[in-house]
């Protein structure tokens, strides 16, 4: 038996081809003019592409069928997609309008949890790549489930209501969209699983014609995502180029409110001899800085500092936190770490209750850092930051099955 002695043979391959031929023509993206130029930028862009390869036939072939869906996680340490939070889990699993379904699992101690039931995608250059671009059409909160006292719960999908533990949907209805945000290192999240209830045959085996669309899907992922990003939050999400190390204005969005969240990015570029504090008042509600690359991806958050909450951020004596952008340790507790890159973007989330802050920056020299720095900031010795980063990754690890 041999190539062309299957009734399909052709077909895969000219799809194979196409696939491979499309992942080169991705590759080519990460010498983008809107990337730095150094190894390490350069080798992130590639990065970017790998770890996605790594998820495009889970999404496109693996959990595709909604008649047997399984939730997917699609960012974690080791994989980074759409501006990922690095103090969030996000999880989706594709359904479809008529089905019934149930998630089974416990509800965990994260202090942000919310399951939303995304619509149609509209059309037009405005709307991201898969697997965003989804209108959400209905969601519900944690503090809106009725928990069981053992900490279980179960949600059903579509269907006739049944009570608080319930998201309808329509038609349209594609996918659940599942987010679990931490403020505190040991806060855990909660463990989840799908099914559809009326389930009763094996799920189909592939067949060719599966195979070949999950091939092009896949295409259109990897191409997807090295041409949408950063260009599409440059141009779509209010992110300024032109006028780096300074906050836009947030403004809310009716999309925003069904999420629970507003978000304000920063485009910053700092050279090797710079620093950059980020100053705004401490305020009530849970909300997250994260530092991502030029693609739009969270930092090294396992291994480095690179994202804060309320609970893990020192304030300062005049209310105010004051977070220190620098690509070495300059010992205040503060410090958000470059990991030398020499531009990226930070990300700043305000989640359900209270008002966003209002952030300010200020580009100093890094030598003058404890001139301009208030006296009472608080700093941390080597031994310190060690133990501080040893948190950090067993707390990570706690979130993923690492």
Request: charged fraction near 25%; hydrophobic fraction near 40%; charge should be negative.
């Amino acid at each position: 038996m041999a190539f062309s002695d299957g009734p399909d043979d052709a077909a895969l391959d000219v799809a194979w081809s196409e696939f491979c031929d499309r992942l080169k023509d991705a590759g080519r993206e990460a010498f983008k003019d809107l990337n730095a130029t150094s190894g390490i930028q350069r080798a992130d862009a590639f990065r970017f592409l790998t770890q996605n390869l790594g998820q495009a036939f889970d999404l496109g072939l693996e959990t595709r069928d909604p008649s047997y869906p399984s939730i997917h996680t699609f960012c974690n340490p080791t994989r980074k997609l759409g501006g990922d939070c690095a103090d969030f889990t996000y999880q989706q699993a594709w359904i479809d309008g008529e089905s019934i379904y149930r998630i089974i699992g416990t509800r965990g101690t994260a202090r942000f949890f919310n399951v939303t039931v995304q619509g149609a995608r509209p059309v037009g250059p405005h709307v991201l790549h898969e697997p965003f671009g989804d209108v959400p059409e209905a969601n519900v909160f944690g503090h809106q489930l009725h928990i069981e006292p053992d900490g279980t719960f179960e949600l059903y999908i579509g269907g006739p209501e049944r009570g608080p533990n319930w998201l309808p949907t329509t038609p349209a209805s594609r996918k659940l969209f599942i987010r679990q945000g931490f403020d505190r290192w040991g806060e855990r999240p909660g463990h989840l699983r799908i099914e559809r209830i009326d389930m009763a045959a094996p799920k189909p085996v592939p067949t060719a014609a599966t195979m070949i669309e999950a091939m092009e899907w896949a295409g259109d992922f990897v191409t997807g995502l090295m041409a949408s990003w950063p260009e599409f939050p440059f141009t779509y999400g209010g992110v300024d180029s032109e006028h780096p190390n300074r906050f836009p204005a947030m403004d809310a969005t009716a999309a925003d409110a069904k999420r629970g969240r507003t978000a304000a990015n920063m485009y910053w570029e700092l050279g090797p001899d710079d620093a950059l504090i980020v100053e705004f008042d401490a305020h009530d509600g849970l909300w997250m800085i994260t530092n991502m690359g030029a693609f739009f991806t969270s930092m090294d958050y396992l291994y480095r500092p690179v994202s804060y909450t309320p609970s893990r951020t020192a304030v300062d004596a005049d209310g105010k936190v004051r977070l220190v952008l620098a690509h070495d340790d300059p010992g205040v507790h503060n410090w958000v770490d470059t990991q030398g890159f020499e531009r990226g973007n930070l990300t700043y989330r305000h989640m359900l209750e209270g008002e966003p802050a209002v952030l300010s920056t200020r580009l100093v020299a890094r030598s003058e850092l404890d001139q301009v720095l208030p006296p009472d900031t608080k700093r941390v010795n080597a031994s310190e930051r060690t133990a501080q980063l040893w948190e950090r990754f067993h707390a990570v690890r706690g979130r993923f099955p690492l």
